[in-house]
């Protein structure tokens, strides 16, 4: 997707450089190649925004889990005092 991209930027940049003027040149570019493309990369880049956000939240969720479960006991430890009196 990237390389598109670079080649339409390409081509933008040599159709700025035939203007007359380095006015027209910048808003060719900007019009014609900075504008659209912004446009394009943001809306087909949503899908990976929404799966990298799902990701992020279920990676949280994951780690809040983890802090939270209680330990599991081997056997091997002593009992405490309470624990001893029943």
Same mark, same amino acid.
């Given at each position: ?19 007359r003027s380095i006015t027209a040149g910048v808003l060719t570019f900007l019009a014609y190649g900075l504008a659209p493309l912004a446009l ?12 990298? !956000?799902?990701? /992020?939240?279920?990676? %949280? #969720?994951?780690?809040?889990? !983890?802090?939270? /479960?209680?330990?599991? %006991? #081997? ?12």
């Amino acid at each position: 997707m990237y390389i598109v991209a670079i080649a339409w930027l390409y081509v933008t940049v040599l159709m700025a450089a035939t203007e007359r003027s380095i006015t027209a040149g910048v808003l060719t570019f900007l019009a014609y190649g900075l504008a659209p493309l912004a446009l394009l990369l943001w809306l087909f880049g949503g899908p990976r925004r929404r799966r990298d !956000a799902a990701r /992020a939240a279920a990676m %949280s #969720t994951d780690a809040d889990a !983890a802090d939270h /479960a209680p330990l599991e %006991s #081997t056997g091997d430890e002593q009992p405490t005092a309470s624990q001893a009196e029943k």
